[in-house]
């Protein structure tokens, strides 16, 4: 018998300063639409990857560079985009351009992402494996 998905659950946080309601709910259209921009910041993975890399402290672009395999001008135009939504911070030091995470929040968030994909990929291997049992089962049957 083949499972259908499980839906992950929300954490449930109680007490007064953890309402369940959710609080995007109540935002306006306007702010609804910066919450969306912030995420789509974070949705390309070349981002993703100057974000990661910037996890162990400030960089200039040459290290980012270096630590990415991605090209100079595709690392500064994805910097300034970063830089732009509140992400990272540039700070001058002579000559270099030192970049850092502005927020830790990020990583946080990303971990976030991270765990409940997992979670996902899992449920999906056992309902694969369960799928291949079924088919080993009908394939006896036939033979």
Not at 11 to 28: F, I, N, W, Y
Not at 53 to 70: C, D, F, H, W, Y
């Amino acid at each position: 018998m083949v499972s259908t998905p499980k839906p992950l659950a929300a954490p449930t946080q109680t007490g007064s300063d953890c309402p369940e309601e959710c609080l995007l709910a109540k935002l306006p259209p306007s702010a609804l639409k910066l919450v969306a921009e912030f995420f789509k910041v974070l949705s390309e993975a070349s981002r993703l990857q100057i974000v990661c890399t910037l996890r162990s402290g400030p960089k200039n672009v040459t290290q980012i560079i270096e630590a990415t395999g991605l090209g100079q001008a595709n690392v500064s135009k994805h910097l300034k985009i970063l830089a732009q939504a509140g992400i990272v911070t540039r700070q001058q030091q002579g000559v270099c351009v030192f970049y850092e995470i502005m927020n830790p929040f990020v990583f946080e968030l990303c971990e976030l992402v991270c765990n409940s994909l997992s979670i996902q990929i899992q449920q999906q291997a056992e309902q694969l494996g369960e799928l291949d049992a079924f088919r080993q089962l009908r394939d006896r049957a036939s033979s």
